[in-house]
């Protein structure tokens, strides 16, 4: 295993078409349960893989509640769900992901 693994070298589960919604692969599936389905649903929906490193998993959410909230009710979980691969891993970062950027053509597409 390298120490910094990159989103686009990640592993997905291919019996869900190759893709997850959510960006986090096959570990979304590992995730779901152990929080359970509604937390999942609730917290992680926005929640992108960024890159996992040699001690910590980087995440993206959409807000930055979401990030404090899945460092602190979940980060035992995520990181158990990650050790069979990185067995190093002693913490989890949520990143607040950057908001798209707004199309300058308005919202009627002129």
Known sequence: MCPNYRLDQCVVDLRLGGE???G????????ERRVGSA???????????VEVRKE???LSAATRFVAIKIVE?????????FRPEYPELVRVV???????AKDSTGP???
């Open 24 to 31: 986090l692969g096959l570990y979304a599936l590992r995730i």
């Open 56 to 58: 910590e998993i980087v």
């Open 39 to 49: 937390p999942f649903l609730s917290w992680f929906n926005s929640v992108r893989l």
């Open 20 to 22: 997850t919604q959510n």
């Open 73 to 81: 009710q979940f980060e035992p979980q995520v990181l158990e769900c």
């Open 94 to 100: 949520v990143i607040v992901a950057a908001p798209a």
């Open 108 to 110: 009627f597409g002129r």
